[in-house]
């Protein structure tokens, strides 16, 4: 007999039912078991304002229908919205990107946000190691690193800061016989992010690679060894290079007094002969207009209708359409700041304005070869702290089939018994001293703080969390892997793959997809820093904006150039 869950935001009588149903086509009968908007709240010993606001937002759902709670790798889901999703296919010029990297082609994948560039790559590498190839997933940030389950590009190539001289990384190069195989053995080096690689760091890259891979000297086109080197080109000792970006996104961290020299100018980049493929297909948004928006904002040529459509989403909120107003009120837009210090504080902020316990998820590092340190995984948090009704991020694909993924945004209902999820979780949402019980507590200046240490084994607690599109989850713990270019693992963090999502640095949002999103531009410091705060939203309607001035859409003309003239 197949049981089903389903959640009535109409009936509001507070009392969890069972009753037959005759099972569509077949004559078999399944036991529905209905939760009630009320059953879930008057579970949650909430403040009455919170209740308000949730019960608002359960009684949107029509009718909310789950099968038996699955267990997916890292959440067990409960119940859900009729959530139609499959995971998506490739599209056309996804496709042809792929095909041309399995031919070895050395391959520069760029597009505006959102037209899958992660997506194919991610692909693109499964495809690959697929084949038997061994390939290096190397990214320029830690968050993006993290992303495409790789390492930073500097921990990858031994380039400490990036800023040896390229002798220095030769020499250095040279004496490591053990680094020097393996990347003789890698067939292919990954680069995602590009757009943050400085142009010596590129040059760097080659010159490691070259020297690794016992190549004649680097940006010497046809000086090589025919044997290790089997591309028609010197550079990066004949390794295939698969970089992926948007130039028009955030450019290379830098000091106030450096020059700004971006990865296309470098030597390499001009010596590699790079193909380069332009997705041209949105898939973050749906809305035509608004893409169109973002492909102006992306350029810094703003049309009178794009103004309009901007200062449409200017708060005080009287511009605002009635109905976002009144989601507005009760939905959670994740504020995306220029600077780390501001989002920290505003969440800790917040997060010290609700009421009720905090439950602590310490992660424990492990590393299986030895050489690696938890700073490679920097965009991972060590310490994250949720209590209940503080909104949340995913921080990781927890399963795309239910559409939560990096960027999904929810809340946290309460906390449940890790061995208890099957049950209820409304009604099994532990209370403080039930809490107090299962982990270590301490009590700080907010109250309790009650720590769940991650060791790779189950926290006692887990978060049960009701995300936006109606998915309604206890979230497990997540692992993040490093991989050598073999794909044998080398080192692991686990964590909860939350963090809490009142605000976000804009850095950190990059590569994210989010529904609601209110960002002050007026502070934005570096240029396209205005375009990934926006280009990160669904839906113009999603957007909210504190302010904006003349300098907020700053493009390098450099990118400019470099666009129009390859890669228009
Ligand atoms: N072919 C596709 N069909 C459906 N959805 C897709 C497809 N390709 C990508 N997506 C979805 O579009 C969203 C954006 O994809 P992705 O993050 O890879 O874009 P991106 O170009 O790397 O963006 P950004 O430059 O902003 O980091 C993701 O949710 C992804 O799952």
């Not at 049981?3 to 935001?9: A, K, N």
């Not at 209740?51 to 997916?72: C, D, F, G, M, Y």
């Not at 994948?109 to 499964?126: E, H, N, V």
């Not at 961290?253 to 949105?282: D, G, I, M, Y």
């Amino acid at each position: 007999m197949k049981r089903q869950t389903t959640l009535h935001s109409d009936a509001f009588n507070g009392q969890a039912k069972r009753f037959k149903r005759n099972n569509g086509a077949g004559s078999s009968h399944s036991t529905v078991r209905v939760w009630t908007a009320n059953s879930i709240v008057s579970g949650m010993n909430l403040h009455t304002d919170r209740v308000q606001n949730i019960t608002r937002a359960l009684s949107k759902w029509k009718s909310v229908t789950a099968q038996t709670p699955e267990r997916h790798s890292n959440t067990y889901t409960i119940s859900s919205t009729p959530f139609v999703s499959t995971v998506p296919s490739l599209d056309r010029s996804q496709e042809i990107v792929i095909a041309e990297a399995i031919k070895g082609r050395s391959l520069f994948i760029t597009g505006s946000a959102g037209t899958g560039k992660t997506f194919t790559l991610l692909k693109l590498i499964r495809t690959l190691r697929s084949q038997g190839k061994q390939v290096a997933v190397t990214a320029s940030t830690g968050c993006a690193a993290v992303a495409i389950r790789g390492s930073t590009i500097h921990s990858f190539l031994r380039l400490g800061m990036g800023n040896l001289s390229l002798s220095k990384a030769r020499a250095i190069t040279d004496a490591n016989v053990s680094f020097q195989r393996l990347l003789q053995k890698t067939d292919t080096l990954v680069v995602d992010e590009v757009s943050m690689i400085e142009g010596h760091l590129f040059d760097l890259m080659d010159v490691v690679c070259t020297t690794a891979r016992k190549c004649n000297s680097s940006h010497k086109p046809g000086e090589y060894d025919v044997n290790l080197c089997n591309n028609t080109r010197a550079t990066f000792g004949g390794l295939q290079i698969i970089v992926c970006g948007d130039f028009f996104q955030l450019p290379p961290v830098r000091s106030k007094s450096s020059n700004l020299c971006f990865a296309f100018e470098s030597a390499a980049w001009k010596e590699t002969n790079l193909q380069v493929h332009v997705l041209p297909r949105a898939h973050r948004q749906s809305c035509n207009s608004f893409v169109g928006m973002l492909g102006e904002v992306r350029r810094g040529i703003l049309s009178q209708y794009t103004r309009r459509v901007l200062n449409a989403s200017v708060i005080g909120t009287r511009n605002l359409q009635p109905e976002l107003s009144r989601k507005g009120d009760m939905l959670q837009f994740t504020k995306l700041f220029p600077l780390r210090a501001q989002a920290q504080s505003e969440n800790m902020y917040r997060l010290n304005a609700l009421p009720g316990f905090t439950v602590r998820y310490k992660s424990q590092f492990f590393s299986i070869k030895g050489q690696n340190s938890q700073n490679e995984f920097g965009s991972v948090e060590c310490l994250i702290d949720l209590k209940q009704g503080c909104p949340v991020l995913c921080t990781k694909n927890i399963d795309e089939s239910k559409g939560l993924v990096n960027g999904t945004s929810g809340f946290v209902v309460g906390f449940v018994r890790a061995n208890k999820w099957n049950k209820n979780p409304c009604r099994n949402l532990l209370t403080e001293s039930q809490a107090r019980d299962l982990v270590d507590s301490a009590q700080g200046s907010h109250g309790s703080i009650l720590s769940n240490h991650i060791t790779g084994k189950m926290p006692a607690i887990l978060p049960a969390v009701l995300f936006d599109n109606g998915t309604y989850s206890i979230v497990c713990t997540a692992t993040w892997d490093k991989s050598d270019s073999a794909g044998q693992l080398v080192a692991r963090v686990p964590q909860i793959p939350l963090i809490l999502g009142w605000a976000v640095t804009i850095h950190r949002s990059q590569g994210m997809s989010l529904s609601l999103v209110e960002t002050d531009l007026s502070h934005a410091f570096d240029f396209g820093q205005a375009y990934v705060a926006l280009s990160r939203c669904k839906s113009a309607q999603g957007l909210r904006i504190r302010g904006y001035g003349p300098g907020s859409f700053r493009v390098h003309p450099k990118v400019v150039e470099y666009y129009s003239l390859h890669a228009s």
